[in-house]
């Protein structure tokens, strides 16, 4: 039995894209008969007073304590500091654990601290790249585009996906971004983002007390449920709501979830004189999410087109067609690698309030194509993008690097 120790910049209990698709690998590479080892950075938030081992769900993980000198209070090198404190913990279950797998996860500080233990025990280290993190920090607002920060995450990215031994990401786009850095084609394997089939269901069963609850009985629903970042162009969607509504006048949108940008959307709706036709939930619970889908009738993803979104291929429209729900957005790299125009769903011009709206009129319009979405939308996750089958690429680039 192979053991592969999974580097994680964060996991459950905290719920998150990036948490939801490590507990799947976990979950697979068990099915596949891997033993699997877990530590997390300090940007899981381990303080001094926190658990060095944590079980959650039956996975056990090692935590990594922030660390207290001076070094971890000043900023841009306080990320330095993250390396260090992890390659320190990194040994020390090294030297405790037969391991033959190093398989660090973004962002490029796992790869840092993986690869200078990789050296030292002489195992082969994995790495993958899911995001461009760079580019999340300047929407985000903590970097901006070419500044010291921006510039020496990309430059210490470069520096691992060049070192590692392999590389894994999520997307085609992902993918394109490395080659330009000059990573070798045959070196990038791409698992795809998927989601648990059998965890959706396809019923639509209304919860018809939160539907009242709502305001949304008698109504066609547009929604949209997940977090509230600036690229995921909410504000559009809003922009484009008082258009739709000339053409279909009986709908309201449910907005589902929070985030940095929930104020200001609930200015713009106050502003266009739409509190009546739009519907802000808060966060709700993960366990909850289920019965606001089963409200909606169009989910819609508005992302804006930037290098965040061009490259890195979301969840959420995965979740969405597993329910087999209808599915438009916009037309950005990420969702292109997903979303089949006219087949498994609908794609708008990015930025385009006004081709949103349209788009979307001519969804509703045309209920009886319905059906034919959300069986086309179902089938490509049970044949393309399911875990199962995506988790089991690692074993090729594993058997491969253990050969050697």
Known sequence: MKTILHLFDHSIPLHSGYTFRSLAILREQHKLGYRTLHLTTPKHHAKPKDKLEETVDGYHFYRTQAGSNLLAKL???????????????????????????????????NGMAAL?????????????????????????????????????SRALESYVLKRADAITTICQGLKQDMMIR???DEKITIIPNAVDSENFTLDNNIDKSLQ?????????????????????????????????LTQQPNTKLLLVGGGFEEQNLQQQVKQLNLEKQVVFTGRVPHQQVQRYYNLVDLLVYPRL?????????????????????????????????LI??????????????????????DF?????QWPDYRKNGRRFIETERNWSKSVSYYQDIYKSLLEK
């Open 75 to 109: 900023p841009i090198l306080n990320q330095w500091d993250v390396v260090l404190a992890t390659k320190k913990r990194l040994n020390a279950i090294l030297s405790q654990h037969k391991v033959d797998i190093l398989h660090a996860h973004s962002p490029c500080l």
């Open 116 to 152: 200078q233990a990789g050296k030292k025990f002489n195992i082969p280290v994995v790495y993958e790249m899911r995001a461009a993190w760079e580019d999340a920090a300047v929407d985000h607002g903590t970097c901006k585009q070419g500044d010291l920060r921006y510039r020496l």
């Open 182 to 184: 000059g990573i070798e």
């Open 212 to 244: 009242t609850e709502l305001g949304l009985s008698g109504y066609t629903v547009l929604g949209f449920i997940g977090s509230f970042y600036a690229y995921e162009g909410l504000a559009l969607l809003i922009k484009a709501l008082p258009t739709i």
């Open 305 to 337: 087109s930037m290098r965040l979104t061009d490259l890195v291929t979301p969840l959420k429209p995965l979740e969405a067609m597993a329910q087999g729900r209808l599915v438009l957005a916009s037309d950005v790299g990420g969702h292109q690698e």
């Open 340 to 361: 089949k125009e006219g087949q498994n769903g609908k794609l708008f011009k990015a930025g385009d309030a006004q081709d949103l709206a349209n788009k979307a009129i």
């Open 364 to 368: 509703l319009k045309h209920s009886e």
